[in-house]
């Protein structure tokens, strides 16, 4: 049964709201709050004594949507899930997940996740992840995620990851591998914020492993206050395949970011471009957007908005 409390926050992890025809896994406090599979696709607990589900999405599968969010209200609750995703030839899917926690206590509350997919030949999937964190007035438990997520595409096949931190995570290490064959293309767009004394720490690689392969990472971040930042992606060409990385941060207050993009070569047809850059909000844009009419203040949330979207 969902409280008020638990729609608020599939809203803003899933943007959730009401009922829906869709594919839905609706995982609370480390139970099944529902579950929906459709026709083409089976979302089915796992038989290894694993905690997690499996989600099988039929051959030429196209224009539907799978559902699977993570929401905690109880401080303490500690848990480590696997989420299988099977995704047949010649399909055009949106998954969408996400973790939302609500401490309301004085204990660390913790979600682990481990996702792992194999992408069909020929499809097409768009997959979208919201973390976010929030507590009781007064309380102090710490809000921890630790996503994993490996990713192997078929010849041919097209992911469009975008992940996204909201912002109360007071400690994250995400951990990406994606394994590209010929034809492919994994585009990756992270956004993430942190502010107060939060810490997170992204490590991904993508491997380029077939002809024609593509990869393409865009990074954006804004650190406040003294949070910490580590941005470590890895482009690795291992055939005649194109990959880009581009960082782009914002530092405010007595923060630190660490921006390390890697590019390796292991094929003389491979063709890798990185860029990093890291700097605050300069003077003359928040001067222009003050001239119509904007605080200093409003100013500055307005460009965070546009870097963050």
């Known amino acids: 049964m969902m409280n008020e409390l638990d729609k608020s926050l599939l809203e803003k992890i899933a943007d959730l709201t009401g009922t829906t025809v869709d594919a839905l896994n609706i995982r609370k406090d480390s139970g099944c709050a529902a579950r929906q599979s459709t026709e083409n696709i089976e979302i089915s607990s796992k038989t290894d004594g694993k905690e997690g589900i499996d989600i099988r999405i039929k051959?030429?599968?196209r224009g539907e949507k799978?559902?699977?969010?993570?929401?905690i209200s109880k401080t303490g609750l500690s848990e480590m899930v696997y989420n299988d995703f099977y995704i047949g030839d010649d399909c055009d899917v949106e998954i969408v997940a996400g973790c939302g926690i609500h401490n309301s206590g004085c204990n660390e509350s913790r979600h682990d996740g481990v996702h792992t997919f194999h992408i069909g030949k020929n499809s097409r999937v768009?997959?979208?992840?919201?973390?976010?964190?929030?507590n009781d007035p007064g309380e102090t438990g710490k809000n921890v995620m630790?996503?994993?997520t490996e990713v192997f595409l078929g010849e041919n096949s097209v992911m469009q990851m975008d992940t996204v931190q909201i912002r109360g995570i007071d400690s994250t290490r995400?951990?990406?591998a994606f394994h590209c064959e010929k034809g492919s293309e994994i585009v990756v767009t992270e956004r993430l914020l942190t502010h107060g004394q939060q810490v997170a720490e992204?490590?991904?690689v993508i491997e380029l492993n077939g002809d024609d392969a593509k990869g393409r990472v865009i990074s954006r971040s804004v650190a406040q206050d003294q949070s910490q930042q580590v941005f470590y992606p890895r482009m690795v060409g291992n055939a005649a395949c194109f990959g880009h990385v581009q960082c782009d941060s914002i530092i405010m207050d007595d923060a630190k970011?660490?921006?390390?993009p890697e590019i390796c070569a292991n094929s003389v047809d491979a063709r890798l471009v990185h860029e990093a850059?890291?700097?605050k909000i300069a003077g003359d844009q928040i001067l222009k957007l003050m001239t119509l009419g904007l605080t200093a203040e409003e100013a500055e949330e307005k460009i965070l908005n546009g870097l963050l979207k």
Do not use: L, Q
């Not at 799978?66 to 929401?71: F, M």
């Not at 768009?126 to 929030?134: D, F, L, P, S, T």
């Open 59 to 61: 051959d030429g599968t």
């Open 66 to 71: 799978c559902y699977i969010p993570v929401i």
């Open 126 to 134: 768009r997959y979208a992840e919201k973390h976010y964190g929030e």
């Open 146 to 148: 630790n996503p994993k």
């Open 174 to 176: 995400r951990e990406t």
């Open 202 to 204: 992204s490590d991904m």
């Open 257 to 260: 970011i660490r921006s390390i």
């Open 277 to 279: 850059a890291i700097g």
